[in-house]
């Protein structure tokens, strides 16, 4: 890899860091990602509403928000072209190379990024070398600026090697909300995958290291609840009222109560909840916002099960009504070994990698899983592999940056890795 | 009255007492009534089955124990032939004297005892003096022992009076579990009765005062709701439970944060509750024993419809089924003011009387409102009248005795009230 | 009363109407009373810091909210002096009269706006009639504005009468959180005042009618609890935290269980409540904002007592601390008969007046109550009257605005009424 | 082993099985087993409150139940002087065989019985051959008849044998309330035992199979809380009451809400509640009889912390006292490699023994897991084997009896085992 090479995937990380884009907004990314593609050369380029199915999109926000970013990426000087395909919230792409006789190999990253506020600290680099994020209260705060920056790099070093076969680079949306998986699953393009790997930065793996397998992530249910009542005012006529926060209590209470399971992990939380406006008026509306999780896509939906009926008798109790939503979603899913063995075995010969662990856990979700699965389901392989990187704050805070030498480390042991199960059929 | 008169009724008072019967078990009671209304001589006399709509008595006990009670009435040398009318636990009499042209007049008393178990010091007259509790744990702690004795003798004194009219006289079972009021009500016989007065000894007036008009009754409803889940280890299988307890406690936290309402005073108690069977397996049953209660009979219901649709959510909430039963109810009502002077004004001038109180209120409830209700509707007057009486213990205490001189006083006022009533229609 | 009297207070009422503050931002309000009052001529003028005890404020917002408010009310022309007076939320005033011997005699009225966003349509009239609110959101919905104009009114008529004594005109700040009425108590001012009258305009009373005597105020107290737990992961260390939503839906389960008191009537709202940042966090912070009511002063004592407890042992069980305050507070009261039958003795002979309501009820809440304890405590009398005005929307809704033929009709009976106690001592 | 030695063991279990006796009430049981090891003669017998430590006992029985098995122990013929010594619940027994230099080898039966009634159909071998319990309602369910059995076999087998070393048979009380264990482990009997074996039969696994290693004990809990608040009337007074049941409602709901653990399984369950008197009086007392587990100790008790705190606040909130007591616990365990291997390696020798599992997981808990963690802590080794046996009906069902061939196949395997590991030092 020739420094220029190196400077300008730099500069590209750089850029997209300044312009951090969160679930279904991902308006700038999308353009400059299809702009890049053109630039490298592919022989197919799916873009936004081609790339996913847009039926199955969970997690999209308003008509507002994704108008207001639709313009701010225009004003940032997207290509108009590209955003006019995005509209209403259609974003990512799916590039094909096709070369030759040879398996299908299917790289994932995912391109969007978090409503944290950046650090403007000094010591936080992007802060410091100026590019720290442009959207004031967003933030790659979980290297899907680097993610992306080594999907181009591998589909620009797989054009340019010997590679037999055919390769399809997914930048997936929403990955943060866990609304974009499901999508591009059922978009089909990932049918005829043979191979399937997703990559990760970081997870506290320090640059130097690589997992070639992670496994153990916890599917993941996002459950909206928005209980309506009636509202009366509380000292004259409380019995008129039908009171949308006790069914909120109530609901949250037993939410926590779900009966534990004997095949393994559980998780819920209502990780928000309000309602009222208030204090002298039986409040009409409250919402509980939450997520339930398994050790398995069963045990996910056991508590989802559990959960909805807790939600629909709350509101029942209290005599409200209550709609329930599914905010995102993404089961449990696990590496496989002949994937996880070509990535040790290519890895361990990569420049700068000093460490390769065999497998490690999640513990957390990732909907990339709905990918795994679907290639798993039609016969493929699937593996998710993490990249070490220093990484000074943690995941998913204002002081979260990479160590931009990693980016490298992840394009050449990708690359190597498709090539070596493209060629051998592992 | 002559003191012959006066120890008899004192004999029977005692009698009475020392046979306490609980609700629909008044065997032995009601056989003892229907033979001094024999040896008084009337000219109806409505027995058991006949007294009562047997389809809408309340808060029946089960097989076993009404047959208990049966053996015991029988063995205490109850008429076999009486006793023999009443199986099943259809107890209660209305006696009726025709005495030509005129008003019809009731006169509602009640029967039942108490599952208390009696003071068996010597400061408590009935064990000093040999009338305590025959039946162990049960005990006349409210004064339907007395309050029949006035019934039979304003029977009598009517009987041997100039009285024009017709008087019915209504030996109430099971006022205790609020469950006998509804079926006497609804058997129809005070459906032609144009004035009816009920009478309660005590309620902490003393001897010498009476109230003309009782009021306030607090409407109430005793439910019962069974849950049934599916028991389960809860070590091994949480997951294959559907646990009653937690739909137990899900309905107490909520039956007691129903809304309170503008129109007046409502009350709410889970009074007994309970499930389960052992530390480790998760409960397949529990119940909650509770009431509601209201200042009018809109209240009580208002109470009850939200109590029955917070039991019927947790229940569906903890995945469980549930019974919902009434175990006892009573309606509020209130004494009309002609009922009200006339008592007052006959009261004024009775042997033993020293003040007349107009009207108090009641504060707890009492079935003989379904009766007074019942009277109304039909176009009649009803009111409840007290006979102040010294107690020594409070009702429902193991210490409560009446002052037997109240009596007299209470049949006395009785009497002339019924008179007066019947000869100048108020 | 001149036509042009009435212009100027119909003027007066108008530019109030556009400059509607909340409470203790009644910046522009207090520096026009003033301006009023020293164009009136009075003997004594108490501004902000002086008419108030500071420390028993209630629900004073944050230095940012009274600074906005601040520099509006500099920006809409308010005397910067008197302004300089009121920083940091003193609002309020009381101008005195002294007209030589005679009783005290005192006159509330309140002055502050709602958060509401006034209707904008031409059936409404200040929208028509170019007087809508000019702070967007922000709304006199409650007649304040006429309250204050009632007030500087009934000072003006006074002032040019033969009155013999001392009047003392209290322009109240924040009643609309029943937080200024214990400010204004506990100033001392009102502590040798003989008589108070407190007004109202509406109710629900049409123009034409006014009450002599409201009754039935609930006392009131609004409580902010504000819960901290800890924040964690929770999928991956859902032991971590310390829940604060738990401890918030255990509060209000249980808030809403308080018993019913024997007393009388009692209320309970959890009206706002809220908490948690993502649904994968385990909530770190959460609050409930409620109020308890109570038919006395008592009543709502034994329910705020209850309250605090159930707060406190939820923030407990969930291993989270709880901040509690009292964000706005006020007791019961009753009208004195001397006051309500000397001012409905006057309000008959008043132009304008057809009908006129000894007493009624008011139901709700108010922290005039707190004025008239104070006066009542040191051997005062106080009376709280309504004066009736044609309002085509209800009281706090965007369609609220009074007839203002009544503004002279509350002027009128109230300044013959305050002549009328003064002269001889009721 | 001769027919003769067959035959005695199977009489001395089915006598056993006659006289099943609850935790702490194993007087007959204890009497018998004092009685076989004087016939085999030991070196030294610890009996009663010398084989246990007293203050460590949990879940002991009231007096009146105590009183009442130590007098049907007496009626049924069990030696008065042994008896004398266990007064007061202080059963079990430890047997020591001293047979010069070699390591301390340990056997732990357990010899209680449960609360079950015993099948009484003639395809239950007990009832058709006449050796069903004795005490209706009480049931050997469990097998603990065959475990004492098999301690008195190995313990004659081992004393007849050229054993070298110390062997001590522990008979053990009162594990099916996990009440016996602690006090067994706390009185230093086991301190210096190298190897320490612990035997149960059944388990589902059949006649002929055994497992050499039982693991996954669930460390567990059993918590009682008994809520003490005050009664009152609930229509006429419900203020003045204190109500247990709804602090038994709210520590109901928040137990099952503990959080979850990332290290592994936990369990809760509030197995048995109640509380209350009558449908209108609040209701005065209150309890919860639950367990809380964990895969491991810590887990265990991060439960007990949590769930102790949950029922301390509810009882606050309610204003109500509580009282918090532990009635049985037990910890998590690991049965150790070498004596693993050493049961496999005998056991696949011994006569009726077809199939050697070498680990299977119990899931449920056991106390024996005290003396193993006592062992352990004092640098020994322990291990828990299983001895198939063919049971008609589950472990605790009324219809369980064990495969009498079982016995020997565990007296056999358990003998050589400890000659084995008393020779080789594993």
Known sequence: MSTETGRSRRDLRRELHRHPEPAWCEFYTTARVVEECRRIGVDELHVGPDAIDAGARMAVPDEDTLAEWYERALADGADEAVLAQLRGGHTGAIAVLERGDGPTVGLRVDIDALQIREADTDDHRPADEGFRSDHEGYMHACGHDGHTTIGL????????????????????????????????????????????????????HPSGEVVAGIDDFLAVSHVLAEFEGESAHAGAHPEQGRNAVQAMAAAIQNLYAIPRHEDGATRVNAGRAGGGTATNIVPEEAFVEG???????????????????????????????????????APSARSDQPLVDAFAAEAADVDGVDRVVERDALGGSEDATYLM?????????????????????????????????????????LTRSIQRVAAQRP
């Open 153 to 204: 790099g591998v589909l620009e070093a797989v054009a340019d090697s010997d590679f037999q076969g055919t390769l399809k680079v997914v930048f997936q949306p929403a990955e943060e909300r866990v609304g974009g998986g499901r999508a591009v699953a059922e978009s089909g393009h990932l049918d005829d995958v043979d191979y399937l790997y997703a990559v990760h930065l970081g997870l506290d």
């Open 291 to 329: 997520e339930v999780r398994g050790e398995t896509t069963e045990l996910m939906h056991y508590m989802k099960d559990h959960a909805e009926r807790v939600i629909q008798s709350a509101a029942e109790m209290h005599d409200c009504e209550v709609t329930l939503s599914t905010e995102g979603q």
């Open 373 to 413: 699965k679907r290639v798993q389901e039609h016969g493929g392989l699937a593996c998710y592999v993490c990249v070490g990187t220093d990484h000074p704050g943690g995941h998913h805070t204002p002081t979260f940056d990479v160590d931009e030498e990693s980016l490298a480390v992840g394009i050449d042991a």
